[in-house]
């Protein structure tokens, strides 16, 4: 699969933009703060309906403007198709697939396959788990509909809980306190949270496992075998306990406003011979075990989907030094890559075959 085509309207700095793109490798050049990340944000947000930067919409129309248009020309398997994507102020996406509006962002899951490096991702190993379970969520909801919708769920089950835990609160310090019929309908909430809490328990600790498959002989070939890399899956809590405990803590959620106990708070382990990375590896170790983390996600989804994902690199090469590079370099061949750099004299030097390379500059091509 790659991108044959994108064009924009009144997107970020662009009030228009029609480019084409090859099947292997593509650069677009440039100085910082031109618009040459705003392109791959957009060919990420047409493919997952999501921002990788978490933007709000108002944030992504062009300033003064009301809309913002993105039209996505993809390839699989021989086949073309066009996804559009209507962008309002008042927060709504429109979204279609060959001309046709779908209602449900699952629907577009599973048309392609993107894989986003940015130098943001390079700290997923030592920031917080938030960081992490993004990168397990991210990666999961484009080869799972079911888990998107169970996290879909979930989310919007955990904040109505919340928001109940919130009221129970304010309510039991009020002189006619009515918490006892607010708590009772936690009951409710509890169902819901734990059934798709499950399910989502299990797909991250399924995709953690497949992972390790890959990611060992990926860290060795860049540390020349002198390390082995492990995940672990650190669940806030299993699934045959999730219930019980949630109860249990109940008293301790209403104290504090909010629901201490789920897959929201789950983590992951990155571990090299044996020693946690997150807490004491060097500043080398970390930006080797996201390297692998990345690598290993591409040879993943290739081995799920049996065709190649799109990679889309944001200025991560200018971070890596010359053996991560060359290790990152070696093992995208194969994979349509759209690379945004502020030169390319480094690719020209490593004899990397580019197909197409664009300058862009003030949010247009030149």
Not at 139 to 155: A, D, V
Not at 241 to 259: G, H, P, S, W
Not at 356 to 361: H, Q, V
Request: with cysteine; aromatic share 6%.
């Amino acid at each position: 699969m790659y991108v044959e085509s994108l064009a924009l309207k009144d997107f970020r700095n662009y009030e228009a933009l029609d480019i084409r793109f090859s099947d292997k490798i593509n650069i677009l050049y440039g100085d910082n703060a031109q618009g040459k990340t705003n392109i791959l944000e957009s060919i990420f947000l047409a493919a997952t309906t999501r921002s990788h930067k978490k933007s709000k919409e108002k944030d992504i129309i062009r300033f003064g403007q009301d809309n913002s248009y993105i039209r996505l020309g993809v390839n699989k398997r021989d086949v073309g198709h066009r996804i559009d994507v209507h962008i309002k102020s008042t927060g709504n996406k429109g979204i279609a697939i060959d001309g046709i509006p779908i209602k449900r962002a699952t629907e577009l899951f599973g048309l392609i396959n993107i894989i986003m490096f940015s130098p943001e991702d390079l700290s997923i190993v030592k920031n917080g788990p938030g960081e992490r379970r993004r990168f397990m969520d991210m990666e999961i909801c484009q080869l799972s509909r079911l888990y998107y919708r169970n996290l879909s769920t979930y989310n919007k089950v955990l904040d109505q809980r919340n928001n109940t835990l919130k009221q129970i609160s304010f309510q039991k310090g009020r002189p006619s306190d009515e918490g006892g019929s607010l708590e009772d309908t936690l009951d409710i909430w509890d169902i819901q949270l734990v059934e798709a809490g499950k399910s989502i328990i299990k797909e991250r600790s399924n995709f953690i496992s497949m992972m390790n498959e890959i990611i060992e002989e990926i860290h060795s070939s860049i540390t020349s075998s002198n390390e082995k890399l492990e995940l672990r899956y650190e669940p806030n809590v299993s699934i045959d306990d999730f219930e019980d405990t949630l109860k249990n803590k109940r008293a301790i959620d209403i104290k504090n406003t909010v629901t201490m106990t789920g897959p929201h708070r789950d983590d992951f382990g990155i571990y090299i011979n044996d020693i946690d990375v997150r807490v004491y590896g060097s500043q080398g170790q970390q930006r080797t075990a996201a390297l692998s983390l990345k690598l290993a996600e591409i040879e993943l989804v290739k081995d799920i989907i049996n065709d190649n994902p799109i990679l889309l690199l944001d200025d991560v090469m200018s971070e890596l030094d010359s053996k991560r590079r060359e290790s990152l370099l070696s093992r995208i061949s194969n994979i349509q890559t759209i690379i945004t750099c502020t030169g390319y004299d480094d690719f020209i030097k490593q004899r990397i075959n580019v197909d197409k390379i664009y300058k862009i500059s003030n949010g247009k091509i030149v």
